[in-house]
C-alpha cells in the first residue's frame, strides 16, 4: 500500500497549497494496478447529482457530464450499499460508462463493474468506482483494495473540507462551487478546469461576499450570465432574489417603469400599479444584462438610482429606499462606447466598480471536451439512449473549431451531431458515436496550412544528425503554426495537438523565434530551417 500512502500524501500536501489544484490521478493510477480495471472513477455528491472531479481510463469528456441519481440506477445502487458492490456480467442495470472507455471502438460495453460509498463524518459524500472490459476481472482481493482506497479518499476529503472551511478565500470558493453545483441545472454550471476559468473562479469568489457592483464583460455565447449566478449564490444574499432585466429588450417608453415601477393612472394603460425590477429584487442581486444598450434617456435614471439607493415610481412624488446589489453584463466595448457619445461616462465608471471577463471559449482549452461532454449527457437523457460517445476525430474537431458563438454554439452543434447520429441508428444496444462528420464543422484553416506541401521548405539532412533535422522541423512547424492562427498560442496548440504550456516550453527550448513566426505567415522561409 506505499504507492497509496504516497498518492494520499500528496493530495493533502496539494490541498494545503491550494483546493483547487488537487491532483487525484497518481490516486486512480494506484487503484487501477491494484485491481487490474480498464478505467476508474471519483465522483463526488452534488445534491442529488453525482459529479466526476477525476477519471482514468475514461474518455476526457467525462468529467463533464454529471450523472443524476435519478437516472442512474447502477450508481444509486453503490451509493446504497454498506460495502464494496460488484455488479455480474449479466447484471440488466445499465453501465452509466459504457462506451467511455476509449480506443476500444469495437467493445463499448462494460463487462465487470464495482463501485463503493465514500463516506464522511457528517454523511456519504461521493463513489469511487472501477470497470473492466473482461468479466471475472475483479476478486475478493480487488474489492477489498477499493474499499481502502475509498476509505483513504473519504479521509482525504473530510481533512480538505476543514482546510478550505479555515481560509476565508477558500470557503468562498467552495460556497460558489457548491451554488453552481447544486442551486443550478446541468445546463446552469460553471465547468471548465483550465487555468483562464481557475482565474475567473478565483475572482468570482473575490468578489461574491462583497456588496461591489460588477461588470462581466465577454463575447456572446460565454456564459455572462452563469457568471452573475455564480456571484449571487456565492454572495449573502443568496437566500434573496436574484433578478434578471434584459436591457436590450425593453423598449425605450417602458424603460423606468420596468425598473421603477409605476403607480395606476401614471401614463395610458397603467390600470393598477406595478412594482419595478428594483424593489422586487430588495435585498437580493439585481442582474442588467446586455446594459450597453439602455438607452441613452434612460442610463440619468439608472445612474440616480445606484447613487441614491432611491427610487420613484412613475407617476408618484414617493422615494423608496431599496437595498439592491447591481451586477451588469455586456459583450460591447463600454470604454468605446463611452468615446462613441453612446454610453454615459458617469455610468460606465458607476457599473464598472469590479470587472471581470469571461474568456471566449477558443481561449479554454481542453475545457471544450468538458462541455461537450455536459451536453452530451444532457442528449442522452432526452434521446433515450444508453450511451453518447465522441468518436476520437469528432473530439479532434471540436478542440480545432474557432466557436465564434462560444460555448451556446458548443451546445448546439452537440444537440444537432446527437440527433444526427441517433437517426443513423448505428450504435452497439442503444450506445451512440457521435464521428467527424455528423458536426458539421469546416476543416480548421490550420489543418490546411501545416498538412499542405512546403516546396520552399525542403528537408536538407546532409551534414546534420537525425536529432539536429528534427528540432529544425519542429521550429518550422511550430513557427507556421503561429502564423496560421495569428501569434494565439493556445490555438496554436490545439492545432498540433498539445498542451499549451508544452508548446511554450518546448518552443523556449528549440529556439522558436517570433521573427520566424512572421516570415512563416509571410510565406517566407526562415533561412536553413526545414
Not at 77 to 84: L, R, Y
Not at 363 to 375: K, M, T
Amino acid at each position: 500500500m506505499t504507492p497509496l500512502i504516497a498518492a494520499c500524501e500528496r493530495v493533502l500536501r496539494e490541498a494545503l497549497q491550494d483546493d483547487a489544484s488537487v491532483s487525484w490521478q497518481p490516486w486512480l493510477q494506484v487503484l487501477k494496478d491494484l485491481t487490474h480495471a480498464d478505467s476508474c472513477a471519483l465522483l463526488l455528491l452534488r445534491g442529488t447529482d453525482l459529479v466526476p472531479i477525476a477519471v482514468l481510463g475514461l474518455s476526457p469528456d467525462t468529467l463533464g457530464r454529471r450523472f443524476p441519481l435519478a437516472e442512474h440506477p447502477r450508481l444509486q445502487a453503490i451509493m446504497g450499499a454498506t460495502g464494496a458492490l460488484r455488479f455480474p456480467a449479466n447484471s440488466p442495470l445499465p453501465d452509466p460508462f459504457d462506451g467511455l472507455i476509449p480506443n476500444v471502438a469495437d467493445r463499448l460495453h462494460v463487462h465487470d463493474c464495482a463501485g463503493v460509498q465514500i463516506r464522511g463524518s457528517a454523511g456519504p459524500l461521493g463513489i469511487m468506482t472501477i470497470d473492466a472490459l473482461r468479466s471475472g476481472t475483479f476478486n475478493q482481493k480487488a474489492l477489498a483494495a477499493l474499499r481502502t482506497c475509498a476509505d483513504l479518499a473519504g479521509a482525504c476529503l473530510e481533512v480538505i473540507g476543514r482546510l478550505s472551511r479555515l481560509q476565508d478565500a477558500m470557503e468562498r470558493q467552495q460556497l460558489v462551487s457548491s451554488a453552481l453545483l447544486e442551486e443550478l441545472r446541468p445546463d446552469q454550471q460553471l465547468i471548465g478546469r483550465s487555468a483562464p476559468m481557475r482565474a475567473l473562479l478565483k475572482e468570482i469568489a473575490t468578489v461574491a461576499a462583497s456588496d461591489l457592483t460588477v461588470l462581466i464583460t465577454g463575447e456572446t455565447g460565454t456564459g455572462k450570465e452563469l457568471v452573475a449566478r455564480a456571484i449571487h449564490y456565492g454572495s449573502q444574499r443568496s437566500g434573496r432574489p436574484l433578478i434578471s432585466v434584459n436591457c436590450a429588450a425593453l423598449p425605450e417608453s417602458l424603460v423606468e417603469s420596468e425598473l421603477f415601477g409605476h403607480v395606476a393612472g401614471a401614463f395610458s394603460g397603467a390600470a393598477s400599479s406595478r412594482r419595478g425590477k428594483f424593489e422586487i429584487a430588495d435585498g437580493g442581486t439585481l442582474f442588467l444584462d446586455e446594459i450597453g444598450e439602455l438607452p441613452l434617456t434612460a442610463q440619468p435614471k439608472l445612474l440616480r438610482a445606484l447613487q441614491s439607493g432611491e427610487i420613484q415610481r412613475v407617476g408618484s412624488d414617493e422615494h423608496i429606499k431599496v437595498n439592491v446589489r447591481i451586477v451588469a453584463a455586456t459583450n460591447r466595448d463600454l470604454a468605446e462606447e463611452v468615446r462613441a457619445g453612446r454610453f454615459r461616462a458617469d455610468l460606465y465608471h458607476r457599473v464598472s466598480i469590479y470587472p471581470l471577463h469571461v474568456p471566449p471559449l477558443r481561449e479554454r482549452g481542453r475545457d471544450i471536451l468538458l462541455l461537450a461532454g455536459n451536453a452530451l449527457e444532457r442528449n442522452r437523457a432526452s434521446l433515450h439512449l444508453r450511451g453518447l460517445r465522441l468518436a476520437p476525430d469528432a473530439q479532434q474537431a471540436l478542440l480545432s473549431a474557432r466557436w465564434a458563438g462560444n460555448v451556446r454554439e458548443l451546445e448546439h452543434t452537440v444537440s444537432r451531431a446527437a440527433l444526427k447520429a441517433t437517426a443513423e441508428g448505428r450504435g452497439s444496444d442503444r450506445i451512440v458515436t457521435i464521428e467527424r462528420r455528423h458536426l458539421d464543422l469546416p476543416e480548421p484553416p490550420v489543418q490546411q496550412a501545416l498538412s499542405a506541401p512546403r516546396p520552399e521548405l525542403p528537408v536538407d539532412v546532409q551534414g546534420r544528425s537525425l536529432a539536429a533535422a528534427t528540432v529544425e522541423f519542429q521550429r518550422g512547424l511550430i513557427e507556421r503554426a503561429l502564423a496560421a492562427q495569428g501569434g494565439n498560442w493556445a490555438a496554436a496548440a490545439r492545432a498540433l495537438g498539445m498542451d499549451r504550456g508544452n508548446l511554450r516550453r518546448l518552443a523556449k527550448r528549440i529556439g522558436v523565434r517570433a521573427a520566424g513566426a512572421a516570415r512563416a505567415a509571410a510565406g517566407v522561409a526562415a533561412p536553413g530551417r526545414v
